[in-house]
């Protein structure tokens, strides 16, 4: 079964940090692209990072350039987020994603690019 399990996250204050992880399973192809998405109440599913299988091609909504770091350890199949400088606009569920099919995606922050989610978890940032 395949299954994205993910760890982290939670309440920090304005200007801090949090790291959440998602650890994938039930399967050995490593060629999926891999996202995260961020969902707040109400509101639509936006995409907040993504990279390639190979890690070699990052993408960042505008929103986080330069504060969140998206990166993945092949060997562990384990998708990594680092999230610096958080500012409240940050708060939101969190889920991480992998891509319906292999290789190559043009629509990396669209979710109906990607099939299989992680259960979400929640990050709060307080001002």
């Known amino acids: 079964q395949v299954q994205l399990v993910q760890s982290g996250g939670g ?8 790291r959440l992880s998602c650890a994938a399973s039930g399967y050995t192809d490593r060629r999926y692209y891999m996202g ?9 599913r936006e995409g907040v990072a993504a990279i390639s299988p ?3 091609t990052i993408h960042y909504a505008d929103s986080v ?4 770091i ?9 998708l990594y987020l680092q999230m610096n400088s958080l500012k409240p606009e940050d708060t939101a569920v969190y889920y991480c994603a992998r891509a ?5 995606i043009n ?3 669209d979710p109906t690019q990607f099939n299989v ?7 709060t940032v307080s001002s």
Request: hydrophobic fraction near 25%.
């Open 65 to 68: 350039k330069g504060r969140f």
């Open 54 to 56: 190979g890690g070699i």
């Open 117 to 123: 989610w992680g259960q979400g978890t929640q990050v």
């Open 107 to 109: 629509r990396v922050f």
């Open 70 to 78: 998206i990166s993945r350890d092949n060997s562990e199949n384990t």
């Open 36 to 44: 995260w998405f961020r969902q707040v109440s109400g509101k639509e």
């Open 11 to 18: 309440s920090v204050q304005a200007g801090g940090s949090l």
């Open 100 to 104: 319906s099919t292999n290789g190559y």
